[in-house]
């Protein structure tokens, strides 16, 4: 415990004075939908090339204040990436900075839990670009959307076996999958599934 504790300060002391704050504990009642598209599978070396965020509050999913940021084109841009998340060089010529593209998303999250689909992914991608320009990692709670879901339908149908795929789940939920493979789309949909299954979708069907 002293030794977490003693984590905790580190990193807090890491943080400058802009973002201090990330470390107090949330105590509002809304959620952040994530989603990142990189250039590969691999967070130890996928680079970011687009973010984006959704707040949750209650039942609603505020999709009229979202974050939706492109990044200038990364060095590893590749075709077998651009075939998935269709973001080429051209669409990125305009795109923030790294480290632009990385505040205005704090900001946007501030110390509220994140919400996310595969989200140890998006967040380890985060924190390796994160840490060496403002010192510190992502301090906020993280809730995997596949992981919630496998534990409700256990629940509720203990004889299913789960089919966990994006799609898969949507489908279940009675989701619309918006945008596939887009930062906005996929951080949408998921927040979407939360909300549908806090609500009893399992349930009701």
Same mark, same amino acid.
């Given at each position: 415990m002293i030794r977490s504790l003693r984590r905790v300060t580190d990193r807090r002391k890491q943080a400058h004075g802009r973002y201090g704050w990330l470390f107090n504990p949330y105590t509002g009642d809304e959620l952040v939908a994530i989603d990142c598209?990189?250039?590969?599978? +691999?967070?130890?070396?996928?680079?970011?090339?687009? @973010?984006?965020?959704? *707040? @949750?509050?209650? +039942?609603?999913?505020?999709?009229?204040?979202?974050?939706?940021? *492109?990044?200038?084109?990364? +060095?590893?841009?590749?075709?077998?990436? @651009? /075939?998935?998340? *269709?973001? *080429? $060089?051209?669409?990125l010529e305009e795109g923030e900075s790294l480290q632009a593209a990385l505040e205005k998303f704090l900001d946007f999250i501030g110390n509220r839990p994140l919400l996310g689909w595969c989200i140890d992914y998006d967040i380890s991608v985060i924190n390796r670009h994160l840490r060496p320009l403002l010192g510190f990692d992502l301090p906020n709670v993280s809730i995997d959307m596949a992981q919630v879901y496998q534990r409700e339908l256990r629940r509720i149908r203990p004889h299913l076996e789960p089919?966990?795929?994006?799609?898969?789940?949507?489908?279940?939920?009675?989701?619309?999958?918006? $945008? /596939?493979?887009t930062a906005l789309g996929d951080a949408t949909t998921t927040a979407l599934m939360y909300v549908r299954l806090n609500k009893g979708a399992l349930e009701a069907g």
């Open positions: 598209e990189t250039t590969g599978l +691999d967070p130890k070396t996928a680079e970011l090339v687009s @973010i984006a965020a959704v *707040r @949750i509050k209650g +039942d609603h999913v505020l999709t009229s204040d979202a974050l939706d940021l *492109r990044l200038q084109q990364p +060095d590893s841009l590749s075709g077998d990436s @651009i /075939r998935i998340h *269709r973001l *080429r $060089g051209v669409d089919h966990l795929g994006f799609e898969s789940i949507a489908k279940a939920l009675d989701v619309p999958v918006m $945008g /596939r493979h």
